[in-house]
């Protein structure tokens, strides 16, 4: 069972940048398909991107061209570039790892957008 713990997020101003990380342990992250979800206050969850386990990726719309997901399998880590941040990315921002059969989640990162 694999272990996730996210981390780099904070207030940042609109147009900024941030990275987001995603600590794995307890299993090795390339035996699963990992993805980044956020939550508004509100809203269901969804998902911003996901990466396979050989680096295909997909993006949901309203990031494609501003974020990017990365998978470093020897550091057992995953990142989110987030560039062009908006207000509406305000949200927590959510790993997780999927097999055909599990899901598991971390505890998610707070990324807040706003002057």
């Known amino acids: 069972q694999v272990q996730l713990v996210e981390s780099g997020g904070g207030l940042v101003q609109p147009g900024g940048s941030l990275r987001l990380s995603c600590a794995a342990s307890?299993?090795?992250?390339?035996?699963?398909?990992m993805g980044w979800h956020r939550q508004a206050p509100g809203k269901q969850r969804e998902l911003v991107a996901r990466?396979?386990?050989?680096?295909?990726?997909n993006y949901a719309d309203s990031v494609k061209g501003r974020f990017t997901i990365s998978r470093d399998d020897a550091n057992n880590t995953l990142h989110l570039r987030m560039t062009s941040l908006k207000p509406e990315d305000t949200a927590v921002y959510y790993c997780?790892?999927?097999?055909?059969?599990?899901?598991?989640w971390g505890q998610g990162t707070q990324v807040t957008v706003s002057s």
């Open positions: 997780n790892a999927e097999t055909l059969s599990d899901v598991y």
């Open positions: 307890g299993s090795t992250l390339s035996t699963y398909v």
């Open positions: 990466i396979s386990r050989i680096g295909l990726t």
